[in-house]
């Protein structure tokens, strides 16, 4: 059940990944985007991330692509106009992010050979209640750290896109 | 118990992911697209944090993961309101035409 699960939502994911990358037009990359937020949420579930799961949905899922899809509708984003790309980046691009990607598949495999497999329901550290707890007590001053960053994350966008005054 | 998934197919998944965030964010020319996947590379790394932390058994990956959304939050909010900006002076979202920094 464990391995249908994930492979059901790890198809889901690539598939909407590999859909944000290839559309021209934004709005589709976004809705894709979504796919993968969302099936990411799964597996978290799945991995025993119960509070992150719906923190992913909630946050990314809701409110960062709610921004997006404003900021599309805003400006009225049209597609995508496809120029000529240097030769260069033509010849070497992807079989380049292959190799990347190789790279880093082989080391996955190597460095974590007899890891185990991931049981749904093992791990149950991932609740709210552990999660908070956690977050107060040793990680309290990062927290606060970013509670700031976020505030003046909002003071700069606030900023940024009024109107000027005349 | 039934049978479960190897930890290194997640992390595999969650490889791919950041792959296709930097394809997205080398091939493309779209602004907002190229946000987006940076995005995509983003919830590639907490899907690996939130593995390392289900193999240790600790909730320390969950909280690395939280802060990552968070800052992701607050990258959107000031990126999306930078792009507005460069869309009111320049009314562009192609990030070729935008290269006044280059010269």
Redesign the interface.
């Known amino acids: 059940?464990?391995?249908i699960l994930?492979l059901i939502f790890?198809v889901v994911?690539?598939v909407c990944?590999?859909n944000?990358?290839v559309q021209s037009h934004?709005i589709s990359?976004?809705i894709s985007?979504i796919g993968?937020?969302a099936s990411?949420a799964v597996?978290?579930l799945?991995?025993?991330?119960e509070?992150?799961a719906a923190?992913?949905v909630i946050?990314?899922a809701g409110?960062?692509m709610v921004?997006?899809v404003f900021?599309?509708m805003?400006?009225n984003?049209g597609a995508?106009?496809r120029?000529g790309?240097s030769f260069m980046?033509q010849l070497l691009?992807?079989p380049l992010?292959i190799a990347?990607?190789g790279l880093?598949?082989f080391f996955?495999?190597r460095l974590?050979p007899g890891?185990?497999?991931?049981?749904f329901g093992?791990?149950r550290?991932?609740t709210a209640l552990?999660?908070g707890r956690?977050?107060f007590t040793?990680?309290l001053l990062?927290f606060e750290v970013?509670s700031v960053?976020?505030l003046?994350?909002?003071l700069?966008?606030?900023v940024?896109?009024r109107k000027e005054l005349e | 118990m039934t049978a479960g998934v190897p930890l290194s197919w997640y992390l595999i998944l969650s490889a791919v992911l950041f792959t296709l965030g930097v394809a997205g964010f080398v091939f493309r020319r779209n602004i907002i697209t190229v946000f987006m996947s940076i995005e995509l590379m983003l919830n590639g790394v907490n899907l690996s944090f939130i593995t390392f932390s289900y193999q240790l058994k600790q909730v320390n990956g969950h909280i690395f993961s939280f802060f990552v959304m968070v800052v992701a939050a607050a990258e959107a909010a000031v990126g999306l309101a930078i792009i507005l900006t460069v869309f009111k002076n320049r009314s562009t979202l192609n990030i070729d035409d935008v290269s006044s920094m280059k010269n």
């Open positions: 059940m464990d391995v994930f790890a994911a690539v990944g590999i944000v990358v934004p990359s976004a985007l993968v937020m990411l597996l978290y799945l991995l025993g991330a509070f992150l923190a992913q946050v990314y409110a960062i921004l997006f900021v599309i805003l400006l984003a995508e106009t120029r790309r980046a691009g992807v992010l990347f990607l880093m598949a996955v495999q974590f890891a185990g497999d991931v049981h093992a791990f550290g991932g552990a999660v956690a977050l040793q990680f990062p970013v960053l976020i003046i994350a909002i700069g966008a606030v940024l896109a």
